[in-house]
């Protein structure tokens, strides 16, 4: 090894031990991939259903509709259905609107000045689009009781007209005209929540060419004070209010596109805000959401940053400041982001609209790698996770966990889109493996071309599968599932989607300090000797690579 690589080594280990850690464990299993209409603008997330987990509802702009995905209660997304709204729909909100109980839907329709609502049915299904005159160019929306009569009313953002509107519920569902409240320059988004603490619900507005956040303050009688405003970042595009810094008041995140940040608004309890804090974002950032994403107890950033493919998380130091974001792969052009437990393991998970790629990206929060088995509707259903990375080899088996007391017999898969096909068609139960409890049902396939790509961790395929089988006392079953296609980059020891300096300093403290090992531990053996055996080599290797021009990590 020469001396300057040596030095490195030694500058790396000093730098680990002084706890200048530069990498954390991910916080959300990579993207999975759902299509839905044509150029999503916005997502929402509710129980569609009835059957206590929460679905999804997207507005397309370029299909002019709204797309609903029911949840089968594990994070999985049925067939998407397609309900007609008007022209360039743009935003979308979800509660209940005729007091029936039931999620309606509320669809701002850009190219028709209007706003759509479909009632539920009951079953997920809608009833047809009933429209309202909104404002100029109505962008985004949001609903809540303006007016203290315990209905939900609605808000819209008109970024042509430069106001919003309010339409008040008349209590079946049905709304009173718009009455207009002057906003900013491109009224581009609202949200609805009590900011000056006398329990009534109060508006923040974003106003993408003023460059800052109109407060409304509500009378107590669903009219509003006129507007005050606080500057932000350079084109605001999406606010969102909660409790930043555990005072019990409700603070501002508003996401910059063109500043590339997000700016945080504390408030001081009365409904006026201390200056903007900014924070740096991904590349255009369009949607901002806040959960507690990490469950340390306080709120936590996301964002979706439509031009670089991802979204960043900026977690909550627990005062109202936020760390450095970490990002995470999803889909072309992430243009909206929503936070709810999809998954029913009581974390908040993540929901992305993908404008330029037409689906919606489900990032699952700390979900555990490998099988988790989830109830099954009836004795003869069963549900199971399977995920396994990707490795470079002509052949490549996933295996996935299955209780014992039961023999598989046949698999059917629909076709990969990553160009995968099925060999065998039937599989056989195995011995259980050592990392593994009960019987493991291994499916071979042939990876084809995709390997070539050596796909980074945005690039993920969904199938559906069945297996068909008995049990031991020749009971029939069928095992209803998901295969989950994660590709990963050797070297990538922190899953951000680069290999860096950072890395090094995670092989550091991983094998020296006792810092987490990678979520992957094939990307940590970069010199492709040992199967997940890590060792100095490795940090040789990879030290070689970044400053000396040694080899790139094996692709094993």
């Known amino acids: 090894m020469s001396k300057p690589t040596l030095l490195l080594l030694t500058l790396l280990l000093t730098l680990a031990l002084v706890g200048a850690v530069l990498s954390i464990d991910p916080l959300f299993d990579p993207a999975v991939n759902y299509g839905v209409g044509g150029g999503p603008r916005a997502v929402f997330s509710a129980d569609f259903d009835g059957d206590n987990d929460n679905d999804l509802a997207l507005a397309n702009r370029v299909s002019g509709d709204v797309t609903v995905l029911l949840n089968n209660g594990i994070g999985i997304f049925t067939t998407a259905a397609n309900h007609a709204t008007g022209a360039f729909p743009s935003g979308v909100f979800s509660i209940d609107f005729d007091g029936d109980t039931y999620n309606d839907l509320a669809v701002t329709n850009a190219n ?329 049902l291994e499916v071979v396939f042939h990876a084809g071309e995709f390997i070539e790509g050596y796909g980074a961790l945005m690039d993920i395929s969904v199938q559906p599968y069945t297996v068909e089988g008995e049990y031991l006392d020749g009971a029939p079953f069928t095992a209803v599932g998901r295969l989950v296609f994660v590709g990963h980059i050797s070297g990538d020891l922190n899953a951000d989607g680069h290999v860096d300096i950072s890395d090094l300093v995670y092989l550091v403290e991983y094998m020296f300090q006792g810092g987490p090992e990678p979520s992957i531990m094939e990307t940590a053996n970069v010199d492709g000797i040992g199967g997940t055996q890590i060792d100095i080599a490795d940090l040789i290797y990879l030290v070689d690579y970044m400053f000396t021009g040694g080899p790139a990590p094996s692709a094993w």
């Open 112 to 440: 028709n000045n209007n706003v759509s609502i479909l009632l539920n049915n009951g079953d997920g299904t809608f009833a047809a689009a009933v429209n309202y005159t909104a404002g100029g160019k109505p962008r985004a929306l949001f609903s809540a009781d303006f007016d203290g009569d315990t209905d939900n009313d609605i808000v819209v953002a008109n970024r042509q007209s430069d106001n919003v509107s309010i339409l008040l519920n008349n209590g079946d569902g049905t709304f009173a005209p718009r009455v207009f409240y002057a906003a900013g320059n491109a009224a581009w988004s609202v949200f609805a929540t009590d900011l000056d603490g006398d329990t009534d619900n109060d508006l923040a507005v974003a106003n993408r060419l003023a460059n800052n956040v109109s407060i409304l303050l509500n009378n107590g009688d669903g009219t509003f004070a006129t507007r005050v405003n606080y500057a932000v970042g350079t084109a605001p595009w999406s606010v969102f209010s909660a409790d930043l810094d555990g005072d019990t008041d409700n603070d501002l995140a508003v996401a910059n596109q063109s500043s590339n940040s997000v700016s945080v608004l504390l408030n001081n309890g009365d409904g006026t805000f201390a200056a903007a804090a900014g924070y740096a974002a991904g590349n255009e950032p369009s949607s901002v959401s806040s959960a507690d994403l990490d469950g340390d107890g306080d709120n936590d950033l996301a964002l979706a940053n439509s031009n670089s493919g991802n979204v960043s998380i900026l977690l909550n130091n627990g005062d109202g400041t936020f760390a450095a974001a970490g990002d995470y792969g999803a889909g072309n052009g992430p243009v909206a982001i929503f936070s709810a437990d999809l998954d029913g393991d009581n974390d908040n998970d993540l929901a992305v609209a993908n404008g330029g790629s037409g689906n919606v990206s489900i990032l699952s929060n700390l979900t555990e790698w490998g099988t988790t088995p989830a109830a099954a509707p009836d004795p003869d259903t069963m549900y199971y996770y399977f995920a396994h990375s990707v490795t470079p080899l002509e052949l490549t088996s996933y295996m996935g966990n299955f209780d014992s007391g039961y023999t598989a017999s046949d698999v059917n898969t629909a076709t990969l889109s990553i160009n995968a096909t099925v060999s065998p068609t039937s599989a056989a139960v195995i011995p259980s493996l050592p990392a593994f409890d009960g019987d493991v």
